[in-house]
């Protein structure tokens, strides 16, 4: 079955870095649009960045654009996020996802038929 496994997460100071992974298993991952969404506590989950099949394109979400980047391994079935300059309220739950989509990297939770476990993310401030 499909697993999707996320790895790296942890606490870091505002302003640090982090590098989170996740691990695709049981899927043909190169046919798959990937992305990270994040749920803080009490809030809805968001879609933080995403890219396409060939790592060619991606879209992010404006509050982490210029300090987080996502990237891809195909050969590996891999994706990474690489999250710079981190602020307090980018403390949350992160989850990487896998969607269908042939044409756009969706934005909605809706699009994404796969989902890792998560892993947590906390900045202190």
């Known amino acids: 079955q499909v697993q999707l496994v996320e790895s790296g997460g942890g606490l870091v100071q505002a302003g640090g870095s982090l590098r989170l992974s996740c691990a695709a298993s049981?899927?043909?991952?190169?046919?798959?649009?990937m992305a990270w969404f994040r749920q803080a506590p009490g809030e809805e989950r968001e879609f933080v960045v995403g890219i396409n099949q060939s790592g060619g394109k991606a879209s992010e979400a404006e509050s982490v654009k210029g300090r987080f980047t996502i990237s891809r391994d195909n050969a590996k079935n891999m994706v990474y996020l690489q999250m710079n300059s981190l602020k307090a309220e980018d403390t949350a739950v992160y989850s990487c996802?896998?969607?269908?989509?042939?044409?756009?990297?969706?934005?909605?939770?809706?699009?994404?038929?796969?989902w890792g476990q998560g892993t947590q993310v906390t900045v202190s401030s």
């Open positions: 996802a896998a969607s269908f989509s042939r044409v756009t990297i969706p934005t909605w939770k809706a699009g994404y038929a796969y």
């Open positions: 049981g899927l043909t991952f190169s046919n798959y649009v």
